[in-house]
């Protein structure tokens, strides 16, 4: 199975800019699709970004979409979130998840993705 760790997270200001990292070890990160998910407190765990297994197709929230940019460095077996223009409504924890095996329609629903990082808190102030 495959581990994942993710890390980038901080704090910044509003329109700032920060890039996550999700390193993937014990398995090739190109196995999965790979998604960003994010969470706040009292609230359920909500899809931001995916990359498809093949690294072709890209997925994104609307209320990213334009501002954020998932990536992946199969060299580096690491998938990456770009993230721009951030408001104080990104805040949250951000996980990084792989799926297995995970059809298009389905790739933006949590409960699809088999493994999980432990998160990385993003904090944008206004």
């Known amino acids: 199975q495959v581990q994942l760790v993710e890390s980038g997270g901080g704090l910044v200001q509003a329109g700032g800019s920060l890039r996550l990292s999700c390193a993937a070890s014990?398995?090739?990160?190109?196995?999965?699709?790979t998604g960003w998910f994010r969470q706040v407190p009292g609230k359920e765990r909500e899809f931001v970004s995916a990359?498809?297994?093949?690294?072709?197709?890209?997925y994104y929230a609307d209320s990213v979409k334009g501002r954020f940019n998932i990536s992946r460095d199969n060299a580096k077996n690491t998938v990456y979130l770009q993230m721009h223009s951030l408001k104080p409504e990104d805040t949250a924890v951000y996980y990084c998840?792989?799926?297995?095996?995970?059809?298009?329609?389905?790739?933006?629903?949590?409960?699809?993705?088999?493994?999980w990082g432990q998160g990385t808190q993003v904090t944008v102030s206004s």
């Open positions: 998840a792989a799926a297995l095996d995970v059809q298009s329609k389905f790739i933006t629903t949590t409960q699809r993705y088999n493994y």
């Open positions: 990359i498809s297994r093949s690294g072709s197709s890209t």
């Open positions: 014990g398995r090739t990160i190109s196995t999965y699709a």
